[in-house]
């Protein structure tokens, strides 16, 4: 329900929450004109969507650091993907054959422990396994958000404070909630169930890159779901014809 409109990708932009249209087409169009106008490298968004229902298969794979992944039919019979070893360290889930520079990653996540938990989206991950991971933190009822810059897929140095929701975990009982990375070339926001309170950065060290999922120090399994990416491809420079857009009757000239 959250839309933003930028110019330029200025730091200064629109940001409403509205839940009138939720799905449909994409145009573009002018109004009051006193000099032709032109647009050019018209950008669509390509959602790709994971809700691990081909059990056992998934499109994750796990790196060799000693982390239990698994997909798992739950009470719902719905298929979720948990990794259950507890201990003090990190365990990744690499995306497959999947990279993103603009657009959205988000990942549906449960922690079920009143104490310090943290589930993990990894993102622009780089060749050598560089780029930045953003870390969701429960500890008892309060949620801290964190974004890092990640070396050999380790956590490295935080980028700016953490943001604290307070009471975000209170009356949880084992709920759902949805880790949201938005990409906009060197501006970075991420949110915990779209709040109105996130973690907004800005770092240009790592532009593209690859897509994981991770835990860090559980005292209990944690479980993931839908995890749906939205990346933001340059997909046409209206340089073949015929032309991808059909103009309306309504008197302009296209």
């Known amino acids: 329900n959250l839309i933003k409109v930028y110019l330029d990708t200025q730091a200064s932009y629109i940001s409403q929450i509205d839940s009138t249209y939720t799905y449909g087409n994409l145009a573009i169009g002018t109004y009051a004109l006193s000099q032709p106008a032109q647009f050019d490298m018209v950008t669509s968004q390509a959602t790709k ?3 691990f229902s081909q059990m056992p298969v998934t499109p994750f794979t796990p790196r060799n650091d000693g982390g239990n992944w698994q997909v798992v039919a739950d009470d719902m019979e719905n298929y979720i993907y948990q990794q ?10 690499v995306l497959n054959n999947e990279t993103i520079q603009n657009g959205t990653i988000e990942a549906k996540f449960k922690l079920q422990y009143d104490g310090d938990e943290n589930a993990l989206v990894y993102f622009r991950m780089d060749g050598s396994n560089n780029g930045y991971a953003t870390r969701a933190r429960r500890v008892n009822n309060d949620a801290y958000i964190y974004l890092y810059t990640v070396s050999n897929y380790s956590l490295n140095q935080q980028i700016g404070d953490a943001v604290k929701l307070t009471n975000f975990f209170l009356n949880d009982n084992g709920a759902w909630h949805t880790l949201k990375v938005e990409l906009n070339n060197e501006y970075m926001d991420i949110y915990l169930d779209d709040q109105t309170t996130y973690l907004a950065q800005k770092h240009s060290s790592y532009t593209s890159g690859g897509v994981a999922i991770g ?8 479980y993931f779901d839908d995890i749906v990416i939205t990346d933001v491809p340059l997909d046409d420079n209206l340089i073949q014809l015929p032309m991808p857009f059909t103009s309306r009757a309504d008197g302009g000239n296209w």
């Open 84 to 93: 259950s070893v507890k201990d003090g360290n990190t365990h990744i889930a």
């Open 215 to 222: 835990t860090y120090a559980l005292n209990y399994t944690a």
């Open 49 to 51: 969507y994971d809700n």
